[in-house]
């Protein structure tokens, strides 16, 4: 459904509204904010409902409305839908629940679906089992419950959320934070109209600033894909509350891979590669959104913070550890400009303890700000809690706040008033603050996560789009297949891949003439088991006959056979390379450290395909092992670009064969000395069609 249908819903100027109690209440709250347009009531016993001539049908309406609100429990609506389809409405949102969400305890429920999607043709429908719009732009609300936003005024604009839950989208709307709330909208079962077509239609409306998504499930790819383009082209950045971060129960796979590349890591990786920004909590969901509203995205990730408590500097610098914004150095120019404002009792560093030698000296403040804000830092942070108002005076604390807005606008430079605990900027001031071109953040954990959402979607903006991820193209009609590690592997070898020589065989004595042709060492391997070493299935590093033929002997009868293969020697770390079909997003990558370790050290990255050398060598960099690759404490730096060239084949395989690819796991791959490559040591792969 394409998002510009859905203009007369976010700009309507008549309401068609049907069913009892809840039709009252958008009634009573579109004339609660002041809505202009005309509202029509509907319903076959009432005259007038709140003051409001009742029409008896759509039929009697005296017009095509733009937006209507369906009340009414689930058969009528479709009835409703249909008539307001053939009278030319704009958009209907379906209140009714017992759709496809019913699940199978209802037989009723995903035919209804089915037959309200039919009802409503090319009329958009929001929902079923949502609450649908509240418009603080316009003051018209197609929402069946009180609400805790204000109506912005005419000039003014503010942000558009999107969420699968109505309760959660209420929560939000009570939020005392100062956000400029322009729409918010749910989704409900998105049986027609997906919640990426919302979200365009959001960010084409000018008088919306930014976004924000909590998104339970990823329905279209494709779609979402359209949507980070489109907020990309309108500079308008979007943030997403992803739920479902518990791993998905792996109970039917059978590799290292599955069990470490759940739906969340396909979810985030996704996300990642839109440049849409993720956060974990609503608090920081909503504080993201006001950052991005005031500022947008950030040019870099470096910080300087400025208060005047050591315990305030030393929480901001504790609370930046292990992130990807920091706080840098003061170069010894930038030092001596700022030690130039303060007295010789004050250290200067980053975060910056001003003291409070120049409490309330607006012309002092103004100059250690302004000197310390010079530094060209992507954001700069001012710590000031306000106090009580109820029980104290916060005079004294505007100085501080005029000589912060003061070098800010000096340096052109983009800063936010940070509190450390949510309640100590009150609500009131908010409006003024970003008037000033401040940020006013709510809780130093929030701050920090507005920052780095705000920088992520910074770097994301300034790279190229991705390529759209390989849609799965279906497993046909095949079984499902395992072929043991020596077919995996003969099929490995054949696409080029870097496998060392090996045989297959049955018999102690069969071994031993394999090794005698391939040379000592050798890797002996029981074939037909999944995780070898949880089942003692692997001789590593055997060196005469006597040994291959004494650990064949005590191999035999544990599998399906016997696997020689010559030993892999001089490795300086093991990864792992994983790929698993993901039905949305195709063929998820996962690499990370490998061995037989790989799942309790869970040190590993996600990416989706098709991805280039430089997302490859990006991924392998994040991990805390990368070291070991990197020459760690002066050992022989890793074959990286050995390793970056066969993961890059075997991601061009999974592509080439998306939907027909389970599992593919490559645990360990063997990275040598620079010069002397990398080696598939293990492989187990599960197939689900002819492969190419």
Not at 108 to 120: P, Y
Not at 550 to 578: C, F, H, K, P, W
Request: net charge negative; aromatic share 6%.
């Amino acid at each position: 459904m394409a998002s510009h249908k859905l203009d007369r819903l976010l700009r309507p100027k008549s309401i068609a509204v049907f069913g009892g109690l809840q039709a009252i209440e958008v009634i009573k709250q579109s004339q609660k904010m002041g809505f202009t347009g005309e509202i029509w009531p509907v319903h076959p016993k009432h005259d007038e409902i709140l003051g409001l001539k009742v029409y008896r049908s759509v039929a009697d309406l005296p017009g095509s409305p733009d937006a209507a609100f369906v009340g009414v429990n689930r058969f009528v609506t479709l009835d409703i839908v249909r008539q307001l389809r053939d009278a030319g409405a704009g958009v209907a949102v379906c209140y009714a629940s017992g759709f496809l969400e019913a699940g199978a305890d209802d037989a009723d429920g995903a035919r209804l679906q089915e037959e309200l999607v039919e009802a409503a043709g090319d009329m958009p429908i929001i929902g079923p089992n949502c609450y649908g719009l509240i418009n603080y732009c316009d003051g018209a609300l197609l929402w069946p419950d009180q609400h805790g936003g204000r109506r912005l005024a005419a000039d003014e604009r503010g942000v558009a959320i999107i969420t699968q839950s109505s309760n959660i989208a209420i929560n939000m709307t009570m939020q005392n934070r100062g956000l400029p709330i322009a729409h918010v909208m749910t989704a409900g079962n998105q049986a027609q109209t997906g919640l990426p077509d919302m979200a365009i239609a959001l960010l084409e409306d000018d008088r919306v600033t930014a976004l924000g998504l909590h998104i339970e499930a990823f329905q279209s790819a494709p779609k979402f894909e359209a949507l980070a383009k489109r907020a990309r082209e309108l500079g308008k950045p979007i943030v997403a509350m992803k739920v479902g971060r518990s791993a998905q129960a792996r109970a039917a796979t059978v590799s290292h891979t599955a069990s470490l590349a759940g739906s969340d890591a396909a979810s985030d990786a996704f996300l990642k590669r839109l440049g849409i920004a993720r956060v974990n909590s609503i608090a920081s969901f909503l504080e993201t959104l006001k950052f991005l509203h005031v500022h947008g995205p950030l040019d870099g990730n470096t910080l300087c913070s400025m208060s005047c408590s050591g315990g305030e500097a030393s929480v901001m610098a504790d609370s930046a550890e292990g992130r990807s914004v920091e706080f840098p150095a003061l170069t010894p120019e930038h030092r001596a400009r700022v030690k130039a404002t303060l007295g010789p009792l004050v250290a200067v560093a980053n975060p910056l303890d001003y003291h409070t030698f120049i409490w309330n000296n607006e012309p002092a403040l103004t100059e250690t700000f302004t000197a310390m804000v010079s530094g060209g830092f992507a954001l700069s942070c001012l710590v000031l809690d306000f106090p009580r108002k109820d029980r104290c005076s916060d005079v004294d604390w505007w100085s501080t706040v005029r000589g912060f807005e003061s070098a800010l606008k000096t340096n052109r430079a983009k800063g936010a008033i940070v509190a450390s605990l949510p309640e100590n900027i009150p609500e009131e001031y908010m409006a003024g603050l970003m008037e000033s071109g401040i940020a006013p953040l709510c809780g130093i954990t929030e701050a920090f996560d507005a920052a780095e959402a705000a920088a992520f979607i910074g770097r994301a903006w300034k790279r190229s789009a991705s390529a759209p991820v390989a849609a799965p193209r279906g497993s046909n009609a095949y079984e499902p297949a395992s072929p043991d590690e020596a077919d995996a592997k003969a099929l490995l070898r054949r696409l080029e891949l870097p496998v060392p020589e090996g045989r297959r065989c049955q018999t102690a004595d069969e071994a031993v003439l394999i090794a005698n042709g391939l040379g000592y060492p050798v890797a002996l391997k029981a074939l037909g088991i999944a995780h070898k070493s949880e089942h003692n299935a692997v001789r590593l590093n055997l060196k005469s006959s006597d040994e291959v033929r004494s650990a064949a002997n005590d191999l035999a009868g544990l599998g399906t056979g016997l696997y020689v293969e010559r030993m892999v020697t001089g490795a300086v770390a093991e990864l792992i390379v994983g790929i698993v079909d993901d039905p949305q997003f195709g063929p998820v990558m996962t690499l990370g450290t490998g061995g037989v370790l790989v799942e309790l050290l869970q040190d590993t990255a996600t990416l989706l395909l098709p991805s280039s050398r430089e997302d490859i060598e990006a991924a392998l960099r994040s991990l805390r092992m990368f070291p070991l690759l990197d020459g760690y404490r002066g050992r022989k730096p890793a074959d990286l670009d050995a390793a970056i060239d066969t993961i890059a084949a075997i991601a061009t395989f999974a592509v080439r064969n998306a939907g027909r690819i389970s599992e593919l796991d490559i645990n360990p791959l063997l990275v040598c000395g620079k010069g002397d490559g990398a080696w598939i040591a293990d492989a187990l792969l599960v197939t689900k069609g002819e492969l190419n």
